[in-house]
Every structure is written in C-alpha cells, then in structure tokens.
C-alpha cells in the first residue's frame, strides 16, 4: 500500500449506523402513519404465515397500557426463521410470486413498531418449534431476548404491541375496523379465498358502497378472458 507523505497507517474501521435514524426514514416512506402501520404491517405478516384467521383486538395490561394484539393460525416459525430472520434488519424469507400483494416488510414488522409503541412481544409456534420473544430499544438500540411465554395451543403467531400514548388514543377499535376496511376489503369481500379477519372474535365486514339504484343491471364485461359483472350508479355523499 503506497501512503502519502503525512498521512497515518490506519486499519480498516466500520461505518457508523444509527440503527434508530434508519428504521426511522423506513418509516417515513409508508403512505400511513406508524399506528396504521402497526395494523397493516400485522396482518400482511399473518398473511405471509398463509393464515387464513386473523384475530385483532386491544386490551389494557397491568400498568393500565392498551396493547395491540393479532394472533393468527399460520404456520409459525421456525427456530432458525425466529432467530436468524426474524430478528434482523435484511433478511426476507419471501418468494418472488408468492403472496397476494400485501407482504409489506414481512418478518421485519417490528422495526416498523419501534417507532408506534415501547415494546413488541412475539410469540410463535410451528411444528418444529414454540418460543416467544420480547423486542424494545436499549441504550439507542434495538435488542431483543427470548421469554417465557407459552399461550399458543395450535401453530401460528401472537403479536402484542405495547402503544404510547399517541397512538394508544388514535388506535381505537372503530379505528382499526376501518383500516382493515381500507387496505384489506379485497379479503373481506372474499376474494382470495376462505380467509377471516375479526376483531375480538367477531369478523370484520367488508366496507360495500350503498348504491342509490340498487335495481340496477349489470354490465357484463370480459377482460383478458375473465367475466366481470359492473354496476354504475351514483354514491350517497354524507
């Protein structure tokens, strides 16, 4: 190695990663805020375990803290998946092709979480496998460690997310309902297949506009070979 006069012989250093600051601008490039992410990102999570019941509810623990909650009957993870992929910033387990679109980050969702909440407890069972995790920021970093939680009878996944106060007050049942509305009324109208998504046990019906001629006929329409049956009409404003 040719040096130039003045300059020291130094050894090869790291870059400096501000772990938070990059899970931060993730962040920011959702077209939703952290608390709809915490909602969204959950269940594309659930979907990707190819669960097809996924149960959202809200509860308030011990320290009088509301908890976010998802539990779905997937597949689970692995022990490798759960501690090799789970818990990273760069791996993604996923298929190119595979899915149904909303995949979002996947096995990264709590990343996502650190910027809605103070906490994320993961558990998991497959059939190899039955852990669980808790994940939260320590010293300007995130760290996680295995628990002893053990409530899942059948494989899936449990997700709880501890809120802050700002989202705890916006998350409000009526609230998730209607995001689940928004970004996943394909699946409540039953459009891939027998998937069930409820909240606190009863199933979350798909948003349908009302029509103000409900009479009318449908326009049969065939695209690249597929029937599809249209109804024009004019929406109802509130």
């Known amino acids: 190695m040719v040096m130039k006069e003045g300059m020291p012989m130094v050894e090869w250093s790291s870059l400096k ?6 899970i931060e601008n993730f962040v920011e490039m959702y077209p939703y805020t ?19 019941r996924i149960d959202v509810s809200i509860y308030i623990d011990a320290e009088g803290r509301k908890i976010f909650k998802v539990v779905d009957n997937g597949k689970g ?20 092709g595979e899915g149904i679109g909303f995949a979002g980050v996947g096995s990264k969702l709590y990343l996502v979480f650190l910027s809605a909440g103070e906490s994320i407890v993961t558990e998991t069972k497959s059939d190899s496998f039955h852990a669980a995790s808790e994940i939260t920021v320590i010293d300007n970093e995130p760290k996680w460690i295995y628990i002893d939680k053990r409530t899942l009878t059948n494989t899936g996944t449990l997700y709880e997310v501890k ?5 705890a007050n916006f998350l409000t ?8 509305q928004e970004y996943y009324n394909a699946i409540l109208l039953g459009k891939y ?4 998504i409820s909240f ?5 019906q798909p948003w349908k506009p009302e029509l103000v001629n409900e009479t009318a006929t449908p326009i049969a329409f065939k695209i690249r070979g597929k029937d599809f049956n249209v109804i024009f009409g004019k929406l109802k404003m509130i």
């Open 17 to 22: 990663v501000d772990i938070l600051k990059v």
């Open 34 to 52: 952290p608390a709809e992410c915490v909602v969204v990102e959950a269940i594309a999570n659930c979907l990707d375990a190819k669960a097809n």
């Open 77 to 96: 993870m692995t022990k490798e998946e759960f501690e090799e992929n789970y818990h990273a910033l760069s791996i993604s387990s996923k298929v190119k």
């Open 163 to 167: 809120l802050n106060e700002e989202d």
């Open 173 to 180: 049942q009526e609230k998730i309902i209607q995001i689940i």
């Open 193 to 196: 297949g027998d998937i069930i």
């Open 200 to 204: 606190a046990g009863k199933q979350v």
